[in-house]
């Protein structure tokens, strides 16, 4: 049977990958509770509040292919203050792709490292029911693992722990993209609804969790320099056959969707500086599609089923009553993932009654 250039693409690009032998796995790993700050979309963003640091902007947010620096596995909040003031070699922003359409680095680094992170805890316990608290984002993010039999053969036990490991860690992403739009504020007392389903997040996301598995399957696993030297070789790889652009090629989509996608006359942190959205919370997904893009767009996926074990079975994400739950009305037990699309529905229908007010 013949491929097509998509599913050959597919197969070169990302493939669904198992596990050749058992490798090492990290152990004591700090859960990356800090996230990178991601960029406003857009370039050369105004901000209202000259001066005072901004979550979700970067000053020069768009990125080259030689330009994004190394790795460092985010353990720790200062890491994400040295970036933002530009004290870090890794570098996080924004960059173009034919055939990923937007790329944030940033989000592509922190679902990658929630992966890596998850998959040490899981393997160990691969089977067993247990939970594992991360902090509150709204509400309180408990993960839950269910008890099963695993396979019988530790190379499959491995790639099995390596799936459902990145398969939660975008779960993780696909809450914050809710808990930023229902009120959640990394800095008290600014608003992130600017960034909340950003059109290019949970794509990027996705990336993130299948470069981790691949990390993850190749036996990176062992140290987080290990992890670190192979997600630069794996994002690099992933960034060239997406065909990235080059910076004047990137800020030149940006100016052919200005006025579209975004409005280059408002200011961070204002939320319709983005107009473009993308609330779909899917695992199965392709870039947002971009005005005058001719390149095939590259499928991204999150298997269903994995070496004869369906992941949402195994283990998920939930959302608990916190303490402080801002627009968002507190579940009567959890919010489980089935439960996240609905959210993002009743959001973009508010987003759009606003516009259109707006735009009256």
Known sequence: MMLSSAAMAAETLLPIEHAHRV?????????PESLRPCCAFGYDLNVRAVGVPIPVYQIGNVLTLDGLGHHHYNDSALGAVKNLVGLSDEKSGLIYTHRGGFIDIAHVRDTADNTFYLFSEIYPKLGQ???LFYSEELGLRRIQLNAFTPPAGMTQRYTLAAWLAGKIGFELAQWHEIAQWYGFQSVPG??????????????SNLLGARLAINVILQGHAGSVEDYNKAMDAELHKALVGLDVATREETEK??????????????????KFLVLKRNYSLSDSRVPTPVPFEKAE????MMPDTVVRYRLSTLGELQIHKGRDMERLPAPADYYSPDEFQGLANKAEAADKTQLDRMQK
């Open 23 to 31: 490798s090492p796995v990290v152990q004591k790993l700090s859960a």
């Open 129 to 131: 029911q247990w939970r």
């Open 190 to 203: 600014f608003s992130e609804e600017i960034s909340a389903f950003s059109p290019e997040d949970l794509y």
């Open 253 to 270: 989509k940006f100016r052919e969707i200005d006025g579209d996608w975004w409005n280059s006359k408002r200011r961070v942190p204002d």
């Open 297 to 300: 767009p590259f499928h991204l």
